[in-house]
């Protein structure tokens, strides 16, 4: 691995071996992700609807990282071209740099015509083989264009997690007054922090018109939440600003999932009582590792009437901030569930050392079989 700027954050792995052992880790850790979000509705944290919404964006990260590996899959061999390097972000996150996914997002665009213009897999198999056997040389350039190849199929052909996922709606169920309760679950790739950021938001609907089939409202809500995902923004700031300039929306609850930051001995540079947990388990390939998961909930306390314009009044939420909380100046909401995700050495290791700071962290802990089992 070799850093563009020491100073840096971000590192450009440029290693070919180091790269597929990159991204194996991530296919193990978003295979994991699942079944967290399965242990969390068996607790009651999440419920089946958030599990589902969650489990899309899951599937889209992987997707993602899929599509990257694929991409940089020939990355150190010698093609005879610049197949690049992959960036990460070795200090706030683990996970690939934002211009990583804002490129990627870029060759979907084009990517049909990439396609169009390359050969396909079965004419860079034949060729592959005629090389190889008529002038005894290894085909690494056509290697490279099949990867490419691949990559651009599956750009086109995968759920992917996008630098932003545009809001969803699920109705829930009906409401007494005529109201409908939706679920609306959105998710984004935050520039600042290089990680993938969901949220979910509980509405009560007033309107006339089903929300998902407003051709008016629909679209503004859309774009209004898009435009506040972003992750330095508070909980409160979110919600009340929806509140306001939505009358007849009515938001009951809202939470953002934090997924990272990645720890790893060998990508990522952590200090403290993470790095020392790392180094002492020393784990073999494949178990040197741990993630973080945050919830943050803000959730509405009360309803109050308030005057809107000369004749008229509206419904404000009133939401819930707890006093009490270390962490409600930073997140403005109800409340924060911290987490971290690690297989069964680092785990052990965690316990030995009982560093301060992680006494309030659950802990979903991933046995060799693959089972998550959850502790306090």
């Known amino acids: 691995m070799t850093a563009t700027d020491l100073a840096s954050d971000h590192v450009s792995v440029s290693d070919t071996f180091a790269v597929r052992r990159y991204f194996r880790k991530f296919e193990a850790i978003t295979g994991h992700l699942g079944r967290v979000a399965t242990v969390m509705e068996r607790e009651g944290t999440l419920s089946r609807m958030d599990v589902k919404a969650v489990a899309q964006f899951v599937r889209a990260i992987t997707g993602t990282f899929r ?9 150190g061999r010698s093609t005879g071209v610049f197949s ?44 592959m083989v005629r090389q190889i056997v008529g002038s005894l040389e290894v085909p690494t350039k056509l290697q490279f264009a099949m990867s490419q190849r691949l990559y651009y199929e599956a750009l086109l052909g995968e759920s992917l997690f996008w630098v932003q996922n545009d809001p969803r709606a699920q109705w829930l169920n009906d409401l007494p007054n005529s109201r409908r309760a939706y679920l609306l679950w959105w998710a984004v790739y935050d520039s600042q922090v290089n990680l993938p950021i969901v949220y ?3 509405v009560e609907d007033s309107g006339k018109k089903a929300l998902p089939a407003d051709d008016r409202r629909w679209p503004e809500v859309q774009r209004h939440l898009m435009a506040q995902s972003v992750g330095g923004l508070k909980l409160i700031t979110i919600a009340s600003g929806f509140d306001r300039d939505f009358p007849d929306l009515h938001p009951k609850r809202l939470r953002r999932v934090r997924i990272g930051p990645m720890y790893s ?18 784990a073999p390939a494949g178990e040197d590792w741990s993630l973080a998961w945050t919830l943050e909930s803000l959730r509405s306390e009360r309803v109050e009437r308030v005057s809107s314009g000369w004749f008229s009044t509206v419904d404000r939420e009133i939401f819930a901030l707890d006093p009490f909380s270390d962490h409600v100046e930073e997140t403005g909401g109800s409340e924060v569930e911290r987490a971290i995700i690690m297989p069964t050495r680092p785990y052990q290791m965690l316990a030995e050392l009982a560093p301060s700071g992680f006494g309030n962290f659950r802990k979903f802990v991933v046995a060799p079989s693959g089972q998550v089992v959850s502790y306090r």
């Not at 996150?93 to 990517?111: C, H, K, R, V």
């Not at 001995?265 to 020393?282: K, P, R």
């Open 200 to 202: 979910l938001m509980d």
């Open 84 to 127: 690049g390097a992959l960036e990460i972000d070795r200090v706030e996150s683990g996970f690939p740099a934002f211009t990583e996914i804002l490129t990627m997002a870029n060759d979907a665009q084009q990517a049909r015509n990439h396609l169009n213009g390359m050969m396909d897999p079965a004419q860079l198999k034949d060729a």
């Open 67 to 75: 599509a990257l590996s694929l991409k940089y899959l020939m990355t």
């Open 265 to 282: 001995n060998a990508f990522t540079l952590q200090s403290g009582a993470m790095q020392q947990v790392l180094e002492q388990a020393n």
